[in-house]
């Protein structure tokens, strides 16, 4: 046999055992074995199947629905909008769950329960709003500030914010939407998160950012949950100014600076529950100095 | 009620996952390896899969398979910019890191570095059959009914594969 159809055999896996024995114990296998294990960390990235699906159904969907409206010839086009917008206009007087009173809008602290027992917590200062009745056919929460999302498996689920909708199938994330500054979180399972910017799916442990425009992944270690839910504002590498705004959301104070540099980076935490704490956590590694007015609402920040 | 003949309707929604549950992952790899993650196979992949919904009533199940690999490859062919086939690599790091010198270790990076240009030179026709087989551990019939090519013509490319590689790695820049 002669080398090449050897080599074609072994390929094949079509050698004897004692004819692969023989083979691979030359010094030209050797040299065959690296390059094979070394072709190996070529790999096509994983394909996930599921969140793939649910992006095509949503594709389509949408497609199904543009196509059927052109269809109509354009005089029952017109009437098709203006029964819509009939439709649309009595339902928001009526007893549309979750469109009611403050508009539909729930800001309660605590854990809030979805219609699938998938469940939201929500951080200071932020709201959600859903619609019930849709929920066994599209998963769509609408979200003000930020909240971590406990998704039971099942349809697509979209978390809607000014800045980017995450959707996912079935996972544990946390979504943060507040003046130039949008972030999510991925603890378990993946999560697809379209932005202004781009879009990116992430895995636990990963997560994405758009700070003042600027976008870039990095990654939190072993985490379960966010910390805010234990009571802790913690902060990788975000310029102060955000952290500032944190703090006036958690403790509904006001916070005044002069001549400090709002956009140095800040690595660290302030505890939720303790302003005085607080505020030595965010002042003492940038070497600043606080003052609390008397009716604790107005805080002053300057260079020490 | 009358009953219709075996042939699944391709436009009946759980037929239509099940197809995509079937055939989306092999496609995806078949694109990255035939052309690399720049043309962004994912979305090449959605595309073949909203033309085949879009045609649903004219394509039975069996013509599935070659329907979404045409369309797809004729999307990639029709992609603004033909950029260089570029694969990526993660380095696997040695299992005992500290035991291994800088020597080595840089040996074996520039040994992946070779390995990662001499992928990229294959034709394409090459490249995604070796890696089809070698890394993803498809069998030669199998490559053979994905490809719509003879057993014999896999098993060749996979050997002259195997060739022009071990020539451009060995040797070094040629």
């Avoid at chain 1, 074995?33 to 969140?51: H, T, W």
């Avoid at chain 1, 059927?68 to 007893?95: E, S």
């Avoid at chain 1, 990654?219 to 102060?240: A, C, H, Q, Y």
Wanted: proline residues 3%.
């Amino acid at each position: 046999m002669t080398n090449e159809n050897k080599i074609k055999r072994w390929l094949a896996d079509e050698l004897s055992d004692s004819e692969r024995e023989q083979f691979e114990s030359t010094d030209e296998f050797k040299e065959i074995d690296r390059l094979m294990g070394a072709v190996k960390s070529f790999k096509a990235p994983e394909y996930n199947i599921e969140i793939e699906l649910g992006k095509l159904t949503e594709q389509v969907v949408n497609t199904k629905k543009i196509s059927l409206y052109n269809k109509l010839n354009p005089v029952w086009r017109i009437a098709a909008i203006f029964i819509l917008v009939f439709i649309i206009g009595y339902f928001t007087y009526d007893n549309f769950s979750g469109f009611q009173g403050n508009q539909g809008w729930i800001a309660q602290s605590g854990e809030v329960y979805l219609p699938d027992s998938s469940s939201v917590i929500l951080n200071a200062k932020s709201k959600v709003r859903f619609s019930d009745k849709k929920w066994q056919k599209e998963r769509n929460i609408e979200l003000n500030g930020e909240a971590f999302f406990r998704v039971k498996k099942g349809s697509t689920f979209n978390v809607k914010t000014p800045q980017g909708t995450v959707t996912v199938l079935g996972t544990e994330f946390g979504v943060k939407d507040w003046d130039n500054y949008y972030e999510v979180i991925c603890y378990e399972g993946s999560v697809r998160v379209i932005s202004d910017k781009n879009t990116v799916v992430l895995q636990p442990g990963s997560a994405y950012r758009v700070i003042n425009g600027i976008d870039k992944n990095f990654t939190v270690s072993n985490k379960t949950e966010p910390d805010w839910i234990r009571g802790e504002s913690s902060f990788k590498s975000v310029p102060l100014n955000f952290v500032i705004k944190e703090l006036e959301r958690q403790y509904e104070v006001q916070v005044k600076s002069t001549n400090i540099d709002l956009n140095q980076l800040f690595t660290g935490s302030f505890t939720n529950n303790n302003l005085e704490i607080a505020l030595e956590s965010i002042t003492i590694p940038v070497n600043l100095k606080y003052e609390i007015s008397k009716n604790k609402t107005v805080i002053r920040l300057e260079e020490n | 009620m009358k009953n219709k003949t075996n042939v699944k309707n391709v436009c009946h929604e759980k037929v239509f996952n099940d197809l995509f549950i079937t055939f989306s992952k092999d496609l995806h790899d078949f694109l990255y390896y035939k052309y690399g993650e720049a043309n962004n196979p994912q979305d090449i992949v959605q595309i073949a899969f909203e033309k085949l919904w879009k045609n649903c009533k004219n394509v039975i199940p069996e013509k599935v398979k070659s329907f979404i690999y045409t369309v797809a490859n004729n999307e990639m062919l029709n992609s603004i910019s033909r950029k260089k086939t570029v694969l990526n690599y993660t380095l696997q790091k040695p299992k005992d890191y500290t035991a291994e010198t800088p020597e080595f270790l840089l040996e074996e990076k520039e040994y992946h570095d070779r390995l990662k240009k001499a992928l990229e030179e294959l034709s394409e026709e090459q490249r995604v059959t070796f890696l089809l087989n070698r890394v993803d551990g498809k069998k030669h019939q199998e490559i053979a009914d994905m490809l719509g090519i003879s057993r014999k013509a896999v098993e060749k490319r996979i050997y002259t594969a195997l060739k022009i590689l071990r020539e451009k790695v060995e040797l070094g820049e040629l």
